[in-house]
Structure formats: structure tokens, C-alpha cells
């Protein structure tokens, strides 16, 4: 037994070894890939690119040969790259479209990231060499860009805003959001987004039209009506219910043409089993005689029986099914878009039963069904309720395809 678990033990550490080398062999060729990565970006002149791997790689594990080896293809790849820009800076203030501060904006950034970046790095020795990297104050430098970018998307927006148009009042509001996340409040921004905001929103109001006999449940009007259930994206869509008037820029009218509600019914169904089971032991013959193990004892084996059952099973079914139809409606022009039937259907089913005979005998489905007590039929409101709830997923999926 002790030699038993000194050769499992061994085996378990052997395992662990063999993880341990894999892991580290991963780790290492992992290491190796990110700095040849890196390393070839600078050399491509994708100053960049080189920065951001090289410097993930390094703050990874700062403190050991495969973090330090980093700092000199940080160092060179930081001062390239914000030379690189610096120059581009001077080239985009040549340019004359005011769209030319889009990009210094984003230059500006990138200068002052990766002064914050090395901020952690500056003063690393590795291999005795001081690696000091050089920094600049862009303060000024982003103020002034970031004000003429604030105000080259001022300009923008407002533009697309006096244009008029839902269309271009949504372009205008999206402006306004870059602008918000440069310049936050600048002038008076975020009027104009209010108004851009609700020039661009489409309204939609829901009308429901019960041209059946039967009462639509109070509780599946309002269901049907509550837009915010729906989950649907309406960033630029508000819905409404209602009388309808011109303000409405669209109409969607559900109308139930059937409601059907099915009788209560129950009926009996017979099913007989019939099965093969063990029922303990017996002695094993052959040849007419007991078979006998080495130590003269009678081998025993195990016994098989026939049993059988009658299952009457008690079977419950109550039905509803809707018709409708939705038209979509541009109330402006006063023209249907489009329509659709919608079919809807519930069906309410509960079993139970008795049984005569064997209960071994019986599937595990036929089993759970005795002695369970009948679950009352539900009303026809709820059977209608139910119902609407599977025309509501198709009237939600029609919506959504809509892309109001």
C-alpha cells in the first residue's frame, strides 16, 4: 500500500513538472512573438504600434529580464513616435478644411498619452545606460486645438441642424455628442442638442382595432400598448397611444380580424405496459442441475419476471388562437406601407391518471401522473391573455424589422 502511494505521488509531481515546463515554454515563445512584434513595427515606421506593444509587454512584469529588455524599443519607438507627430502637426496647420483639427485633436492626445505613459518607465537603467526620455508641455498646444475642434463641430452641427430634416437633425445630434466629449458645455451646445434631439425623433402612435365579438382583456390592451416592454432600440423612436393627429409621423394599427376559444375537453386514453424486470435472485441450472462455484456454493443469478398494467390516462385541453393583421401607416402622406397577418396560439394541455396492475411496469412520464391533482381549466380571459403574449413576440419581431 505505502509503495502503491509513493508511485502516485510521483507520478502527480511528474505531471506537475511537465505543466510547469509547458507553461513556462508558452510563456517564453509568447515573450519572444511580442517583442519581434514590436521590434518590426519600429522598424516598419509604425512608431506607434511598436510604442503600445512594447510598453504593454514591459508593465506586464516590469521587474524581470523579459520586462526590461522592453525599455530601449520603448525609448526608441516613444521619441520617433512623438517626433512623428509633432511633424504631422505642423503639416495639418498648412492644411485650409477646418476639418484639419479632427485629426490634430487626436494627434494632441496621442502626445500627451504616451508622455503619461513612460511616466513610469523615465529614468529605468538597463544594462547600465540611463534611459531618460525627453517631455514637453502640450498644455497650451491641446487648449488651442481643442477650442478650434470644439468649434469646427459647433459649426457642423449647426449646419446639419438648419438644414432641416429628421435625417439631418439626428447627423447634428451626433455633432453635438463629440463635441460634448471634447469641449464639455461648450457655448451653448447642449440647447442645441435638446433641440436637434427632439427634431430628429420619429413618433409613432399604436392603435388597437378589435373588429371581433370578443373582448379584448383590459390587462393584454395594456400590455400589448406598453412599448417600453418591448425592449426595442428607439434611440430615434418614441411611441404613443391614442387619438391620432398630424403630429404623428407614423401609425401602426394592430387589428384582431378572430378570437376563438375553445371548449373545455377532457377525454380518457388507455395505455397498457407490459415489461421484463429483475425480481431478485435464483439459482443458476444447467442441463436440469444447480451450477456450483469452486467452493461448492450454488452460483445465483438474477430472476426475471413479466409484469403488466393498465394506465387510464385523464386527458385536459383547453385552445385559443388570434387572428390579426398590423398596417403601417405613413401619416403624413396618409399611405400604408406595408401589412401583415399575425397568428397566434395557446393551448393549455394537463394529464393525470390511475393505474391497475403492476406499478413497476410503468414509464417514468406515466408514473409522475399518478396521484396528481387536476390543475383547473383557465379562464377564457387568461386563455386570450396567453395568447396575445405569442402575438406580441411576433408583433415585437415585425416592429423591429421595421427599423422606425
Not at 45 to 51: H, T, V
Amino acid at each position: 500500500m505505502a509503495f502503491f502511494l509513493l508511485k502516485k505521488t510521483h507520478i502527480k509531481t511528474h505531471m506537475k513538472i511537465k505543466l510547469l515546463a509547458l507553461t513556462l515554454t508558452i510563456l517564453l515563445f509568447t515573450a519572444c512573438n511580442s517583442y519581434k512584434s514590436a521590434n518590426t513595427a519600429l522598424v516598419s515606421g509604425n512608431f506607434q504600434q511598436a510604442f503600445e506593444q512594447s510598453t504593454q509587454a514591459y508593465f506586464k512584469n516590469p521587474s524581470e529580464k523579459n520586462g526590461i529588455k522592453y525599455v530601449p524599443l520603448i525609448f526608441e519607438a516613444y521619441h520617433k513616435g512623438q517626433q512623428a507627430d509633432e511633424n504631422r502637426l505642423k503639416e495639418i496647420e498648412t492644411l485650409t478644411n477646418p476639418s484639419k483639427y479632427q485629426e490634430a485633436y487626436q494627434v494632441i492626445l496621442r502626445l500627451q498619452e504616451r508622455q503619461k505613459t513612460i511616466s513610469g518607465i523615465n529614468g529605468r537603467i538597463v544594462n547600465g545606460k540611463n534611459y531618460n526620455f525627453k517631455t514637453k508641455d502640450y498644455t497650451e498646444a491641446f487648449k488651442t486645438i481643442q477650442e478650434k475642434y470644439a468649434q469646427f463641430l459647433y459649426n457642423d452641427g449647426k449646419s446639419f441642424l438648419n438644414q432641416g430634416g429628421k435625417l439631418n437633425a439626428q447627423t447634428a445630434f451626433q455633432k453635438f455628442e463629440v463635441l460634448e466629449s471634447v469641449y464639455a458645455n461648450f457655448k451653448d451646445t447642449r440647447s442645441l442638442m435638446n433641440t436637434a434631439r427632439a427634431n430628429g425623433m420619429y413618433k409613432v402612435l399604436v392603435q388597437l382595432v378589435n373588429n371581433t365579438e370578443v373582448v379584448i382583456p383590459k390587462i393584454l390592451e395594456k400590455d400589448l400598448l406598453d412599448f417600453n416592454s418591448y425592449g426595442l432600440d428607439s434611440r430615434w423612436t418614441e411611441f404613443y397611444s391614442g387619438k391620432l393627429n398630424n403630429s404623428y409621423d407614423y401609425v401602426i394599427q394592430l387589428s384582431f380580424e378572430t378570437i376563438n376559444v375553445s371548449p373545455e375537453r377532457e377525454k380518457i386514453e388507455v395505455h397498457n405496459f407490459e415489461k421484463r424486470i429483475v425480481d431478485g435472485k435464483e439459482e443458476l441450472v444447467q442441463n436440469g442441475e444447480v451450477v456450483k462455484d469452486k467452493d461448492g456454493k450454488p452460483v445465483m443469478v438474477d430472476r426475471y419476471i413479466t409484469v403488466k398494467s393498465r394506465f387510464e390516462e385523464m386527458q385536459r385541453v383547453k385552445e385559443a388562437a388570434i387572428t390579426a393583421r398590423y398596417f403601417l401607416i405613413d401619416n403624413q402622406k396618409e399611405q400604408t406601407l406595408e401589412s401583415k397577418n399575425l397568428v397566434s396560439q395557446f393551448i393549455f394541455t394537463d394529464s393525470y391518471g390511475t393505474y391497475k396492475g403492476d406499478r413497476r411496469s410503468l414509464d417514468r412520464d406515466y408514473l409522475n401522473m399518478v396521484g396528481r391533482r387536476p390543475v383547473p381549466f383557465p379562464s377564457n380571459e387568461q386563455m386570450v391573455f396567453d395568447c396575445g403574449q405569442d402575438l406580441k413576440r411576433k408583433f415585437k419581431s415585425e416592429i423591429a424589422r421595421m427599423k422606425l
